[in-house]
């Protein structure tokens, strides 16, 4: 069974940074690429990041790039998102999946995380 637990949420300044963290269980992790999603208060859950299973590939939204850096650890089941230049709009419940693809598309990731929040003050 695949359980997957985010960390890392808490309350920053804006331009302040964060670094989430999802531990994964399962023998299989490398094999599956991984996203983060978000999800404000009254929004749908929207995708933020995703990286292939080794790595090498990795996409975002418009709205974190050049800001929020995805990456994994194959060796320690986990895969991370490092978050800088904060802003308040960035403020929502992150959560972990994993998919069958790269995605953006919710529907491509079959396992999710119970989510951390990250809230950004102005």
């Known amino acids: 069974q695949v359980q997957l637990v985010e960390s890392g949420g808490g309350l920053v300044q804006a331009g302040g940074s964060l670094r989430l963290s999802c531990a994964a269980s399962?023998?299989?992790?490398?094999?599956?690429?991984m996203g983060w999603f978000r999800q404000a208060p009254g929004k749908e859950r929207e995708f933020v990041a995703a990286?292939?299973?080794?790595?090498?590939?990795?996409s975002y939204a418009d709205s974190v790039k050049g800001r929020f850096t995805i990456s994994r650890d194959n060796a320690k089941n986990t895969v991370y998102l490092q978050m800088n230049s904060l802003k308040p709009e960035d403020t929502a419940v992150y959560y972990c999946?994993?998919?069958?693809?790269?995605?953006?598309?919710?529907?491509?990731?079959?396992?999710w995380g119970r989510g951390t929040q990250v809230t950004v003050s102005s």
């Open positions: 999946a994993r998919g069958r693809v790269v995605s953006m598309r919710l529907d491509d990731y079959t396992h």
């Open positions: 399962g023998r299989t992790f490398s094999t599956y690429p």
């Open positions: 990286i292939s299973w080794v790595g090498g590939s990795t």
